[in-house]
């Protein structure tokens, strides 16, 4: 069996705005995710890799580019990666976020699921914001907004994050996003059709929102079958 990654991404409205941002910056610091990530980053290209080479031989005979020399490659995100930033992109301070989210007697999001339900992009091994990762590159997937995929963005940023979204997509063709994504075995994820797909549902998850005046919670989780849900859902 395989776990079924998920990228839930919610509409916010103007009169949740200070809760949501509440819950989220305490997932930021308790998770301390900034500054385990600025670790990983400075010290990845000088780590010794936990891959004995034989290992890298296999990885890349399947999945070409699997393991990168990291010292003139520093912007790919590869398998090495993938394995050990797993933490990093589902967070157990965000995973708990889904606890209150629209459970309980005081949800986090006072509007039902359906109705603040944007989409819920739903992957196979590697999560779409692992895919968004390979497919653009450790310095282009900076630029993005929050931690890792996981976010929340303002309604009054939402233009200007919706710019930034789009400047980064148009910087890398489909065939080098596809060609990326597949470096981190999410070749059954990710083909042209899936990348173009996935790329229209962002952008058109923070239009819907621009359109609407709310801000945009993003969160993944990393399996769909243990991911809580209201009853009426």
Same mark, same amino acid.
């Given at each position: 069996? !395989?776990?079924?990654?998920?990228?839930?991404?919610?509409?916010i409205?103007?009169?949740d705005v200070?809760?949501?941002?509440?819950?989220?910056?305490?997932?930021?610091?308790n !998770?301390?995710?900034?500054?385990k990530?600025q670790?990983?980053?400075?010290n #990845?290209?000088? &780590?010794? %890799?936990?891959?004995h080479p034989?290992?890298?031989?296999?990885f890349? %005979?399947?999945?070409?580019?699997?393991?990168?020399?990291?010292?003139?490659?520093?912007?790919?995100?590869?398998?090495?990666?993938?394995?050990n930033?797993?933490?990093?992109?589902f967070?157990?301070s965000f995973?708990? *976020?889904?606890?209150?989210?629209f459970?309980?007697?005081?949800?986090i999001i006072?509007m039902?699921?359906?109705?603040?339900?944007?989409e819920?992009?739903?992957? &196979? #091994?590697?999560?779409?914001?692992?895919?968004?990762? $390979?497919g653009? $590159?450790?310095k282009?997937?900076? #630029?993005?907004? $929050?931690?890792?995929? &996981?976010m929340?963005?303002?309604?009054?940023? /939402?233009? &200007?994050v919706?710019?930034?979204?789009?400047? *980064?997509f148009?910087?890398v !063709?489909?065939?080098?996003?596809?060609?990326?994504?597949?470096? /981190? $075995?999410?070749?059954g994820?990710?083909?042209? %059709?899936?990348a173009? #797909?996935?790329?229209?549902? *962002?952008?058109?998850c923070?239009?819907?929102?621009?359109?609407?005046g709310?801000?945009?919670?993003a969160l %993944?989780?990393?399996?769909?079958g243990?991911?809580?849900?209201p009853?009426n859902?």
């Open positions: 069996m !395989s776990a079924d990654p998920v990228w839930c991404l919610l509409r409205q103007p009169f200070l809760k949501v941002k509440k819950v989220f910056d305490e997932a930021v610091e !998770s301390q995710i900034l500054n990530l670790n990983y980053l400075q #990845r290209t000088e &780590n010794k %890799s936990q891959f034989q290992e890298q031989e296999t890349n %005979s399947y999945f070409p580019n699997a393991f990168v020399n990291k010292a003139e490659n520093e912007d790919i995100f590869d398998w090495e990666d993938l394995h930033v797993y933490h990093l992109f967070p157990r995973t708990e *976020i889904f606890d209150y989210l459970i309980g007697d005081a949800p006072s039902p699921m359906s109705q603040a339900l944007l819920l992009i739903i992957t &196979n #091994r590697v999560g779409a914001t692992e895919i968004l990762w $390979g653009l $590159g450790w282009r997937a900076s #630029r993005l907004p $929050g931690y890792l995929g &996981n929340f963005v303002l309604p009054e940023d /939402i233009a &200007n919706l710019t930034i979204i789009e400047e *980064i148009a910087e !063709s489909i065939d080098e996003f596809v060609q990326g994504a597949r470096t /981190i $075995g999410a070749r994820n990710c083909n042209e %059709s899936y173009e #797909r996935l790329q229209s549902l *962002i952008l058109s923070f239009s819907t929102v621009l359109h609407e709310n801000g945009l919670l %993944s989780y990393p399996h769909m243990s991911m809580p849900f009853e859902y």
